[in-house]
């Protein structure tokens, strides 16, 4: 069969499950990225409080969630969820092995890494933002709640997007692994088309073409986000103190 | 409105761990009055003006602004504030002006001025910006509310944070070594902004070393030395044959200028 015919959208073509797997590495990336953030912000709460405890868990998290192999805590979450689930089910008089959907469980899996990761990227943000400014929002009256929504928030994303650009890169890589629970992305949708068709060759490269689009256009993004947030630092040859 | 007592400090107190830094100051401001604080570094007048708006919490004494006490209760041996609503309400009756300005470096000139009118006094907005160009184009910035922080001079920025402050109508100025951190060319134009303000009928506390602002501008002087006052009265007296020795010693560092 023809190149062409065989990444076409033809009948005999993968091309149409190929852009529906593009569009699934991007769906599942961008729901762990929001779980990350959602727990990175949390964590990164616990290891700025100041409270012993909090700073011991929170770095607990950072630790394991950054040591271990991501593909061990897919497992981990997706074998072992759905085998408690069965567990669940059998007491409850079900028969038989209860799956865990499997979108649900990679995202999660990949988006409690990606929370150690952003831990760290937020932990660093809040830790750019001049002590002064803090200090100027009490002084005019804010009030803690107050200060967080107008001061240290904007603040924490505009230093925090660099490297969230670098968490986006890295999950959506990551995000390959999930392919051992069969959810039909990018990367399992190229090994089975590369399967049936023998063309080993062909449809990795193109997987990983399509994946270098996804990284190369979110870099994009990233760095016209960075330019925005930037308009209110220092130009080189402009102001001073 | 002369006669009345805008800011009252009872036998303030002061530590750090073992270190006694305030060793119960008293003061009292009444509307108008321009105080500059002066003394050596070290000699706890940043931790004094700190403690007033409670940027630092006294470890004892009484602080009322405009007849309101401050309500302080012990816990565990620790002086604290018994309301932190009530210390917010204080504190945006309090204008600060810090050594190093702080402008919110996020925003530009115009909202760093509005903020504080718009989200802690909840005041309309377009009201807010019409006050807030009126108090940009006082300080002489008007051409600069919508630059960022950073690409304004140091003395750019100290006079868009003395209107930010003044935007919350303050019944008293704090300053906080307002031209320390300064090149010495762009002291005059804070000074200057500070002048108006005081000759305006503002009531003001002010830390600093300049000499010629305390003489001149102040009408009244206090000098504070190891954690207490050392002396205090009018810039005449204070300046002139009624100097305490350790002031006399004190301002003769600064070579007698003026
Ligand atoms: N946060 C702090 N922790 C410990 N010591 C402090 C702190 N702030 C000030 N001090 C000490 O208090 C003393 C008075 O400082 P300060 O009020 O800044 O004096 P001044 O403004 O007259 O130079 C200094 O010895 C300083 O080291």
């Known amino acids: 069969m023809a190149t062409l015919e065989l990444l076409g959208f033809g009948q005999n073509g993968w091309g149409a499950l190929l852009l529906v797997a593009t569009l699934m590495t991007l769906a599942v990336t961008a729901t762990a990225l929001l779980i990350g953030a959602v727990l990175g912000t949390v964590v990164a709460t616990a290891k700025l409080s100041g409270n012993m405890l909090l700073v011991g868990l929170g770095n607990v998290y950072t630790t394991v969630f950054r040591g271990v192999p991501e593909l061990l805590i897919i497992y981990l979450i997706y074998f072992g969820g759905s085998s408690a689930v069965t567990a669940v089910g059998q007491w409850l008089g079900y028969e038989g092995f209860l799956g865990l959907p499997s979108f649900a469980a990679g995202a999660l899996a990949v988006g409690i890494i990606s929370g150690s990761y952003q831990a760290e990227v937020y932990r660093g943000a809040y830790l750019a933002i001049a002590k002064g400014e803090l200090e100027a929002a009490s002084a005019i009256g804010m009030n803690r709640m107050l200060r967080l929504r107008r001061v240290v928030m904007p603040q924490v994303l505009r230093y925090a997007i660099p490297g969230l650009g670098n968490v986006w890169q890295l999950t959506l890589k990551d995000s390959a692994l999930i392919s051992v629970t069969g959810l039909a992305e990018l990367m399992r949708t190229s090994q089975v088309a590369a399967g049936s068709t023998r063309q080993y060759f062909l449809f990795y490269i193109v997987g990983g073409v399509l994946y270098l689009l996804l990284t190369s256009f979110s870099d994009r993004l990233f760095n016209r986000a960075e330019r925005r947030a930037n308009r209110s630092m220092p130009a080189a040859a402009m102001g001073q103190a | ?258």
């Open chain 2, 1 to 258: 409105m002369p006669g009345v007592t805008r800011l009252s400090v009872r036998n303030i107190r002061k530590s750090f761990g073992d270190h006694e830094v305030l060793k119960g100051i008293s003061l009292d401001a009444e509307d108008g009055d321009v105080i500059s604080l002066l003394g050596a570094s070290g000699s706890g007048k940043s931790t004094f003006l700190r403690c007033i708006n409670l940027l630092e919490t006294a470890s004892d004494g009484e602080i009322f602004v405009d007849g309101e006490q401050i309500r302080m209760v012990k816990k565990n041996g620790q002086n604290r504030p018994e309301s932190q609503k009530q210390v917010d309400h204080i504190r945006s009756e309090l204008g600060m002006v810090f050594q190093s300005f702080n402008l919110w470096s996020h925003m530009t000139i115009l909202q760093n001025v509005i903020e504080g009118p718009v989200h802690v006094l909840k005041r309309p907005k377009a009201e807010c910006i019409a006050e807030a160009e009126a108090l940009l184009e006082k300080v002489g910035i008007a051409d600069k509310r919508h630059a960022y922080p950073a690409h304004l001079s140091g003395g750019q920025q100290q006079r868009a944070a003395i209107a930010r402050a003044l935007a919350m109508k303050p019944k008293v100025m704090l300053f906080d070594e307002p031209t320390s951190a300064l090149d010495p060319e762009l002291v005059g134009e804070v000074l200057r902004v500070m002048r108006a303000l005081a000759e305006d009928g503002m009531t003001m506390l002010v830390v600093t070393h300049e000499m010629s602002f305390a003489r001149n501008v102040s009408n009244r002087v206090v000098f504070m030395r190891q954690g207490v006052v050392d002396s205090s009265g009018a810039p005449d007296d204070m300046f002139g044959s009624g100097a305490s020795p350790a002031f006399r010693q004190f301002i003769g560092h600064f070579g007698g200028e003026q």
